[in-house]
């Protein structure tokens, strides 16, 4: 059964090798399809986000990542 945990650097490899391939396919997220390896993990590990893995035995199978989606009383 998968567990989610909160991500660490080293699982920045396994993020990035699940996170390209849908910023390149632009359909899913609102942000540049060409991002770097570098740009996207810095803005995915960015202040105020809160990334998380699931795993499966053992294995990374998907991420995601929290974050309030306005400031002030829109921050929820």
Partial sequence: MPS???????????IWSILEPVL??????A??????R???LGYWFS????????EE????IGCYFLHANQRGGGAH
């Fill in 4 to 14: 989610i945990r909160p991500a660490t650097p080293a699982d920045a490899d396994t």
């Fill in 24 to 29: 390149r396919a632009g359909e899913t997220y």
């Fill in 31 to 36: 942000l540049p399809g060409d991002w770097s």
């Fill in 38 to 40: 570098d740009q996207a």
């Fill in 47 to 54: 202040d105020g986000h809160y990334v998380f893995v699931a």
């Fill in 57 to 60: 035995a053992g294995d990374v």
